[in-house]
């Protein structure tokens, strides 16, 4: 799987686990609604990693939680 696909997955089921929107989501974070946009619908193809941090920080998820996933098993690289 691709990093950005797998991002994407890990943020739209952190949503729905958690009953909220992505413009939430992004109003949590503090992030613009574009960035979190950009990265569930995989436009972005290398985010940074300050903006992970934000939604974690944001949603009172350590960082290792957000990747301790299978999603990230085998990540294929995207250069």
């Given at each position: 799987?691709?990093?950005?696909?797998?991002?994407?997955?890990k943020?739209?089921?952190?949503?729905?686990?958690?009953n909220?929107?992505?413009?939430k989501?992004a109003s949590?974070?503090?992030?613009?609604?574009?960035?979190?946009?950009?990265?569930?619908?995989?436009?972005?193809?290398?985010?940074?990693?300050l903006t992970?941090?934000?939604?974690?920080?944001?949603?009172?998820?350590?960082?290792?939680d957000?990747?301790?996933d299978?999603?990230?098993?085998n990540?294929?690289?995207?250069?």
């Amino acid at each position: 799987m691709k990093l950005s696909k797998a991002i994407s997955a890990k943020i739209l089921a952190i949503c729905n686990e958690k009953n909220i929107s992505v413009n939430k989501l992004a109003s949590i974070c503090c992030l613009t609604q574009s960035t979190v946009q950009n990265l569930v619908v995989g436009q972005s193809k290398n985010p940074k990693m300050l903006t992970i941090i934000r939604i974690c920080e944001g949603l009172d998820i350590p960082l290792k939680d957000f990747f301790d996933d299978e999603l990230f098993q085998n990540i294929e690289r995207e250069d």
